[in-house]
C-alpha cells in the first residue's frame, strides 16, 4: 500500500488516465474552467447531446454565475454623445 492508503496499482491507473490530457480531466475532475468547443464536440460525438445545445447551457451557466457577482463588478458610465469625434 502507498502512503495515501491507495495500492500502487491504483495510484498509476489515476496517473495514466490524467495523462490523456485536458478534455479528459475537465469531464472528471470538477474545475472552473467553462466547456470548450473541442469538449462540447466529443462529448456530442460519445453521448450524442448537440454541440450548440451543451455550448447554450454553459453560456448560460456563466451569465448565472456573473449575475451573482453583478454586485461587485463596478464601471464607471461613459457618456459618448458629449466626446466630439477627430478624423
Known sequence: MAPSGKSEGVKNQRYRFHRRGAAAQSITAPRKA???????????????????????????????QTRKRENHIHVRLVSLRNRSRTR
Open 34 to 64: 467553462g466547456l470548450s468547443g473541442d469538449m462540447a464536440l466529443r462529448i456530442e460525438k460519445a453521448f450524442g447531446v448537440k454541440t450548440d445545445t451543451l455550448l447554450r447551457m454553459q453560456a448560460s451557466y456563466d451569465i448565472a
